[in-house]
Structure formats: C-alpha cells, structure tokens
C-alpha cells in the first residue's frame, strides 16, 4: 500500500465555536503522543477519503502548514449520532519502531465449509468483531481472518487463539474470546403444541384479587456536546 499522507493546517479555534467551522466543511482534529497535543484542521472531504483508506490500523503521515511531517494512527472519530457526518478525530503521534497495541477487526471466511451446518444443524454466529493486538505500526494487519472450516458441531468454536496472528504481532486480548460457533436454529412450535400449551394456561388458577401496576417508562435523555481541547 502507498504511503498516505494528510495535509493540515493549524487551528485557531475551540469549543462550540468549531461549529462554524464545521459548516465550511472544515473537521478539528487534534494530534497527541510522544509530545504536546496540536489542534488542527482539515477539509471534509480530504479527511473522508483518508479515514475510508486507512482505518484505524494503517500509519500515515500528516503534515501541518506543509511541514513537519509525522506518522499517526486514526485513534477516534467522532460523529454526529442523527447524521453521521464527522464532527471530530483524534491522531495518536507512533514510533515506527515500537510496538503499539491496536483493535484491529475480525472478519470470518468459510462460512458455508463449516461441517456443522449441513443438514440444517445452524448457522455460523459471530460473537467478537475486533480483537487486540501488540505490533509495531507496519506490521499492524488490516484484518484478521476466522476460519469456519473448524466448526464440525455445536460444540465447537474459533477462538481468538485460533487467529492466524502475523510474525511480529502478539495477541493481547483474552485467547479464549469466542470468535464464531455454530448457533441451531430456533425451535418451532407446531399448531398442536399451541393448543396444548393454552389448554395448560386455561386449567391454571385464576387470579382472585384486584391487581393493577403502573410502569414508569425510562425517557431519560441525555444531548452529548462534542466541545473539543
């Protein structure tokens, strides 16, 4: 993959005034590690296109007014919650040459080889969708892949130990984190167990008392502000 850079400029504006802004199209970022923490900014459309090429697992380069250039990770991206639009990102400063620990996602392949879904026996269920590892920045992967082909029954599961970790990265979440199993399908209830099950009800006890309850609904609201540093 090319090395991807990104252009910024220095940012001279806080809080709830990056609004505006944000209105031009213009995104804060902040840049932190291995020194102080620099606010700047960057088009909307620049930054769209790098945080879609990078992830959050791949170094790459920002420099501020054209100069001093850096090596970074996407570390957070902040978003509006109704519509989605970037509202904030934070760049973590790395040392190519130190191993940094990074979430990097879990995708699973073979599915339809797995042996335990012949026959209608289930179908494979995903339980962890990221896993932690220890690595320097170049040897961070993009993806870690599960393979389904282990999965001969209902007992068996792919673990995060199972995960084919590359030379150089170490795996740091629990190793025995539940990737994938085999989930049965769901029971379903014929007409006659239906009416079963109500001549049961139908012969229980009657309730003799007057009971009444009233719920509360729970309509707590809370409106996060995204002030930034």
Not at 86 to 115: C, G, T, W, Y
Not at 171 to 182: G, M
Request: aromatic share 4%.
């Amino acid at each position: 993959m090319a090395e991807v850079k990104l252009e910024t400029q220095n940012r001279n504006i806080f809080g709830k005034k990056n609004n505006s802004l944000r209105k031009s199209g213009i995104i804060p970022i902040n840049m932190y590690g291995l020194g102080e923490s620099i606010s700047l900014q960057v088009e909307e459309d620049i930054l769209y296109k790098t945080l879609k090429e990078v992830g959050f697992t791949t170094p790459l380069k920002i420099s501020v007014e054209g100069k001093d250039e850096t090596y970074t990770l996407v570390r957070n991206i902040s978003t509006h919650p109704v519509t989605d639009k970037l509202i904030h990102v934070d760049f973590l400063r790395v040392d190519m040459e130190k191993a940094i620990e990074v979430q990097v996602p879990v995708s699973l392949v073979n599915q339809e080889d797995a042996p335990g879904t012949r026959g209608g026996a289930g179908v494979v269920t995903q339980g962890t969708y990221e896993v932690t590892i220890l690595a320097k920045p170049l040897e961070i992967p993009s993806i870690l892949e599960a393979d389904c082909s282990i999965l001969v029954d209902l007992e068996t599961y792919v673990y995060a130990k199972d995960l084919n970790i590359p030379k150089g990265a170490e795996l740091t979440s629990d190793p025995e984190s539940q990737i994938a199993w085999i989930q049965p399908p769901r029971v379903q209830v014929t007409e006659e167990e239906m009416a079963a099950l109500s001549g049961d009800s139908e012969d229980g006890e009657e309730g003799t008392g007057d009971e009444s309850s009233e719920g509360v609904p729970d309509e707590s609201s809370q409106e996060q502000s995204n002030d930034d540093q």
